[in-house]
Structure formats: C-alpha cells, structure tokens
C-alpha cells in the first residue's frame, strides 16, 4: 500500500550488477539479492534504473491497481509475435483481447475438451506401449508433444502432422534462443528470419487446414471473420494472433507438466495421496489433481519474469517510482517468499487445500493478475488435470536421469531431458 511519507528505494549497490555480470551468474541470482533488500528493491544497468517488485500488495498494485500506469512496451517475442496479444498494447491490445476472450471463459473451452481427450488418449496410448517394452522415454519431448496437439487440434480439429512438428519444434529452438531480460545479459540482436519463416508456414496450414471442417474451430474462426469484417485484422495480424495462442501455450504448459513429473518423481507420497483422494472422476479426486497443479506453478511458475515500463510516476511501498523506470515482477521470487509461504522451498499440495489459507492477493501469480492475465489459464489447468486424471492412476513415470537444474531464460525449465521408465500401474 502507498503511503504518505516517501522511502527510499533500497539499491544493489553500484558494483553488485558488475561483479555478477563479470561472475557470469544467473539473472536469478541477481534478481534474489534484490529480493533480499525488500519487497521493492532497485539496481542500475548503466543509466537505467530497474526496480524488482517481489511484495503480494506492492505486485497486486502493479499488475491489477494501476495497468494504466505499469504497461508493457514491446516485448521480448515481438519479432515473432508481431502485434498478437501478447505484444500488443493500448487500445488495439484491448479490441484484441476482447475479440478472443470468449474463446477461452470455462464455457468457451469446453469446445475443446474432445480434442483435448483424442490428444491425452494419443499420450496413454504411446506410454502404454513404452511401459510394455521398459523403454526410457523423454517424456519431457512426450509432454511438448501433447501440449502442441492440444493446441494444434483445438485449432485445426486436425491431429499434430510430422511437418508442423518439426516446424514449431525448430521454431522452439529460435525462442529459446531469446534470454530471460535482454537489456540484463547484453546480447545482440537475434536473427529471427529462419524461425519466422517456421511460423509464417504453420500459420498458414493452421488456416488452410481449419477450413476443411464444416464447423471451424472457434479460435480461428473468430479471426477469419474479423478479417472480413474489420480492417485492422489485416492478414499479419491474424497470423500473429494464431502464433501467440500455439506458442504462448505450448511451451508453457508442456513444462509445467514436466515439472510436475520431476516433483512427483521425488514425493511419489504425493501422487499416492491424490489417487487416494476419491476414485476416478470424483471432486476429491479432481481437487487433488488440482492442487499439485497449482504447487507445481507455485514452485516453477513458467514465465518467471515479467517486464513492465512506468508509463507515468507513481508511489510504491511509500517509494517513489519514476516515469520511465523498467519495473521487474517475477512469479517465481513472490512464490518463494517465506513471509507469503511458509516452508517455501517445500513442495505440498495440501497447502492450496485448505480453504482457509488463500494465498494474499498478489502472493500467487502463475498466469499473471489483472487486465493482462492469461488469456489461456483455464484452458491450461483444463488440459493439465484431463491428462492427469488419465495417465496418473495408469502409469508411474519413475525418473532415470533428471536435469542437474533450472535453465531462466524466457521460461523457468529443466535444464535437460527428463527420461523416464512408465510402470504400468492400472487403477
Ligand atoms: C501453464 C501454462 C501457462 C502459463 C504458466 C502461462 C502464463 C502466462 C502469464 C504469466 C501471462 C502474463 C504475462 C504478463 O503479464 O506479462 C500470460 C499471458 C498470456 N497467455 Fe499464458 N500461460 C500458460 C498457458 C497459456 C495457454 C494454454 C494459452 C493459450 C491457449 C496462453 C495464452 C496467453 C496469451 C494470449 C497471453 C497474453 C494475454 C494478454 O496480454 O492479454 N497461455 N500467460
């Protein structure tokens, strides 16, 4: 809450940012000795001052309070996302956003649920296999590979073809390439030209393809008739809009998933408790699954790190913000607050089964809060506990070799494969 008298804003000092730079160390850990200064802390690349905002009030302010005030300006997938919803801002991103939320309200997707159900059978099927013959498996490549048929079926009403796999994987690979805070790291530009030719192709087949059904899917459809209807839903932009929903739900979603499969690979109590919970299709069973969910993207929110820029002066924390300033808000450091979560580091589920402990507004934030949320976070939890509530009572995915670490780049993810052995455990 802002108060009357003015702090000062509590700063790394001079050298800190230098010294990790030169100690080639993770933008984390300079993020986390920020954190440790308080809930909104500050440091300087070179003349820019950047302030962290890590406090519940102080990011519910940022994110819910005053959107108006902390906007996004550009955006670090803008060369491949161009002006999709993602990376638009102002008047045009609200026009946007409210042409295609209806897609996405929990009665809007369950449209998707049959495409949603073929994509999990398609996994079940694939795992049942792999635990018949005691192969290792990468179920990390399993999970990306069900989270783009999601998407790509929801859009298409078509299965994910070999073609537009390796396109969007090798499209993958260009995104990945982009780091978690340009101005912090320093890099140079990078060229995207081969990854936008990736998404230009795919886009096209995802319209082509959505064509040959009688009933289009929503998505898509919504965007052709816009384009027949409005002049700013120019041909790019409906290409840009159905890039930002395949990649902004693809990569997310697939490492969410696979987290949740490391954590529950290191508390197999966990997996047991849920199955326990209430038998299949029950709401014990389902509020179960849905809390390791939700601790899952408490301890590995995916987008970690979001960027805001101060559109105009305001008070933080009684600190005075000045226009112009690059505001830093990371899901994963609030997630981990100790004063917000007790025993942070611990994964426990039950702690978002007890009705009486709400997490304080703005202490939990995996899907962003505000006018900017996302725009697919029912849509996520939906595809995430269908395909749990599938392949947890049939399979335990026992872990062979876990990555050493997180990799924070754009996203929170396992720095490596995660192979797996399925026992088949049939409920
Ligand atoms: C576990 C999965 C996911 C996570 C953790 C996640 C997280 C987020 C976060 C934190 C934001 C806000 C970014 C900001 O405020 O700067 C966001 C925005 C967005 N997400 Fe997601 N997301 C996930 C899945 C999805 C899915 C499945 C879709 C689409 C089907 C999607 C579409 C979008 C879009 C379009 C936006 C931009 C919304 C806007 O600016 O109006 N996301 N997501």
């Given at each position: ?6 702090s ?18 993770r ?14 802390a500050?440091?300087?690349l ?6 962290l ?6 990011v ?17 997938l803008?060369p ?10 102002g ?16 009665r ?5 649920e ?8 398609a ?24 989270s ?35 101005p912090?790291?320093?890099d ?5 030209r081969?990854?936008?030719?990736h ?6 087949r995802?319209i ?13 459809r ?47 109590e966990?997996?047991d ?7 299949a ?21 995916v987008a ?12 933080l ?6 226009a ?7 899901p994963y ?13 611990e994964?426990?589920?039950q ?5 009486e402990?709400?997490p304080a ?12 949320a ?8 939906r ?5 749990l509530?599938?392949v ?6 026992e872990?062979r ?6 990799g ?20």
């Open positions: 809450m802002a108060t009357a008298a003015h000062v804003l509590p700063e790394l000092d001079a050298g800190a940012f230098a010294r990790w730079r030169s100690g080639g160390g933008v984390v850990d300079l993020l986390g000795e920020a954190r440790e200064l308080g809930p909104v500050g440091f300087r070179g003349d820019r001052q950047v302030v905002v890590t406090g519940a009030s102080q519910q302010q940022v994110l819910a309070k005053s959107p108006d005030t902390y906007v996004k300006r550009g955006h670090r803008k491949l996302l161009g002006e999709g919803l993602l990376c638009a801002a008047e045009q991103w609200r026009r946007q956003r409210k042409l295609l939320q209806s897609q996405f309200t929990g809007g997707i369950k449209v998707y049959p495409q949603i159900r073929a994509a999990v059978a996994v079940a099927e694939r795992w049942r296999a792999a635990a018949a013959a005691g192969e290792v498996r990468e179920i990390d490549a399993d999970l990306r590979y069900f783009l048929d999601v998407i790509w079926r929801s859009l298409t009403a078509h299965p994910l073809d070999p073609e537009t796999h390796r396109r969007l994987v090798s499209a993958g690979d260009g995104f990945a390439a982009i780091p978690a805070f340009a912090a790291t320093g140079t530009a990078i060229d995207f081969e990854t936008n030719e998404v230009d192709r795919v886009a096209e995802a082509a393809l959505a064509g040959e059904t009688d009933e289009q899917p929503g998505v898509v919504v965007l052709l008739q816009a384009a027949a209807e409005l002049p700013e839903y120019t041909e790019r932009l409906v290409r840009d809009e159905l890039m930002t929903v395949v990649v902004a739900g693809y990569e997310t979603t697939a490492t969410a998933l696979s987290w949740l499969f490391l954590l529950l690979d290191a508390h197999p966990q997996r408790l849920a199955l326990a919970a209430g038998p299709g029950s709401d014990g069973r389902s509020a179960a699954i849905r809390a390791l969910i939700d601790e899952t993207l408490r301890l590995y929110p970690w790190l979001m960027p805001r820029y101060a559109a105009a002066p305001d008070t924390d009684g600190i005075p913000i000045e112009g300033t690059t505001v830093l808000l990371s450091l609030t997630h981990r607050d100790p004063e917000l979560w007790p025993d942070p580091e994964f426990r589920p702690r978002f089964l007890d009705a402990r709400r507004p703005g202490a939990y934030l995996p899907f962003g809060l505000g006018p900017r996302c725009l697919g976070a029912q849509f996520a939890v595809e995430m506990a269908m395909l509530e599938e947890l009572p049939a399979f335990r995915a872990v070799e876990a990555p050493a670490g997180a924070y780049g754009l996203t929170v993810h396992p720095d490596g494969p995660v192979r797996a052995v399925l026992h088949a455990t049939g409920e």
